[in-house]
């Protein structure tokens, strides 16, 4: 079957636009997790949705970021006003209920000129 | 502040040689531990949990899990040139976020 998806595969913006990331879990995965990973280092968690709503979104660094995950299936991660330090690679990865063995999706490289 | 801690390499292994992967944890209340290969470019994959003290095998990979010491390993018997990658050890309590370490680069020297 199909993995996690995430579009697109690359985001080049300039500083002070909008992007939005998508990512397409695992078909019956009920929560769903935003990465953040910087060159050289771990991935860093964002937010966990189980089904519609944020169980946690401590993550989040500032409040240009957002997520939502409407329908329980397809989420999308905002982020206002980018600077140059929020490029990485934002991963998102998803987990079927009762298990916490998640599955990463490739990822989509962020550069915020 | 809950931290996973790894020493980040490069760790060079001979091919067939074991490669030996720390990881310490701070928080006392983690109940489930991963480790994750990740390739450059590429996206974290799972490649064992451990949810108890001891070991457990799978293959060629066997994770140890000592929660007195608060210590995470994972060994890799007859390391192949394709085990090069970086590998990170993760940590959670029940219910809450997986906590990822920074990850330890492996050469496996051909």
């Known amino acids: 079957g199909a993995g996690v998806s995430q579009t697109p595969s690359n985001k080049v913006t300039e500083k002070g636009k909008y992007v939005e990331l998508r990512c397409d879990p695992i078909?019956?995965?009920?929560?769903l997790y935003w990465y953040r990973q910087s060159l050289g280092q771990g991935p860093e968690f964002l937010i966990y949705?189980?089904?519609?709503?944020?169980?946690?979104d401590s993550g989040l660094p500032n409040d240009r970021f957002f997520a939502v995950r409407p329908e329980g299936s397809v989420s999308t991660l905002k982020i206002q006003r980018t600077e140059r330090g929020d490029s990485a690679v934002y991963l998102c990865a998803s987990s079927s209920l009762g298990t916490d063995t998640q599955y990463f999706g490739p990822g989509t490289r962020l550069t915020v000129l | 502040q809950k931290e996973v801690e790894q020493n980040s390499g490069p760790l060079s292994v001979p091919e067939g040689a074991i490669a030996s992967l720390n990881c310490t944890y701070s928080?006392?209340?983690?109940?489930?531990f991963f480790w994750y290969r990740q390739y450059s470019g590429k996206s974290p994959e799972l490649i064992m949990s451990?949810?108890?003290?001891g070991d457990k095998e799978d293959g060629r990979f066997t994770a140890q899990l000592n929660k007195a010491s608060q210590y995470v390993s994972l060994l890799i018997r007859d390391s192949q040139p394709s085990d090069s990658a970086t590998y990170l050890c993760a940590v959670n309590r029940e219910g809450d976020k997986i906590i990822f370490g920074k990850g330890t680069r492996l050469h496996i020297l051909p």
């Open positions: 078909s019956g995965h009920t929560a």
């Open positions: 928080d006392r209340g983690s109940q489930s």
């Open positions: 949705f189980q089904g519609t709503g944020a169980a946690d």
């Open positions: 451990i949810y108890s003290n």
